[in-house]
């Protein structure tokens, strides 16, 4: 299968490895990890009657401003860009990373979730915000890495955006 690096982004503890693990190896832990360093995981989808192996980096653990460092994005096909929905800060944390990766990595498709769907008690997301990831041009889903809702959804929407953007062989 062809393969596609996607860089994982996100604000520290917004549930970036957890997605990884729910999406690779249908897990979910609650216990918090602070792995420091780059972790790769691989994953095969089916898209438009092609398969691609998707090479998941997840720099968890790491300061997440690491992650718009040249050496992580470089070769990266698209970005996961991973907000808590229930800490409304995050996602300007997000929209800087976006903004800083673009600058340093140029234009690739880029899916922003808005995790942790579960805690809808705790949901702090207002329409503000999700108007504003909107109008930086990015493309919005809710997902839980807990209970695995959404998360088939988010990387698929982010394969075949990543085809879509490729010029046709
Ligand atoms: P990272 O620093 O972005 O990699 O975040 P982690 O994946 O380590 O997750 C941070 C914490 O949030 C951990 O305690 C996870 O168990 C928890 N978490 C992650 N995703 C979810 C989710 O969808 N729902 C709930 N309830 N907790 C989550």
Redesign the pocket.
């Known amino acids: 299968a062809e393969k596609r690096k996607v860089c994982?982004l996100?604000?520290?503890?917004?549930?970036?490895?957890?997605?990884v693990?729910r999406f690779v190896r249908s897990i979910?832990?609650?216990?918090?990890?602070?792995t420091i360093g780059v972790t790769i995981e691989t994953r095969r989808v089916r898209c438009d009657e092609r398969e691609l192996d998707l090479i998941l980096w997840?720099l968890?653990?790491e300061d997440e401003f690491q992650a718009v460092q040249t050496s992580y994005l470089r070769g990266s096909a698209g970005w996961l860009l991973?907000i808590?929905g229930t800490r409304r800060l995050t996602a300007e944390t997000g929209l800087r990373l976006y903004t800083a990766a673009r600058t340093i990595a140029g234009e690739v498709p880029a899916v922003v979730v808005l995790?942790?769907?579960?805690?809808t008690g705790a949901w702090d997301i207002d329409d503000a915000t999700e108007a504003r990831l909107r109008r930086a041009g990015l493309w919005i889903t809710r997902?839980?890495?807990?209970?695995g809702a959404g998360v088939e959804g988010a990387f698929n929407a982010l394969a075949r955006a990543m085809l879509a953007s490729e010029a046709p062989s």
């Open positions: 994982v996100g604000a520290t503890g917004v549930g970036k490895t957890s997605l693990a979910f832990s609650e216990s918090y990890r602070t997840d968890s653990g991973v808590d995790n942790k769907a579960d805690l997902t839980s890495a807990k209970t």
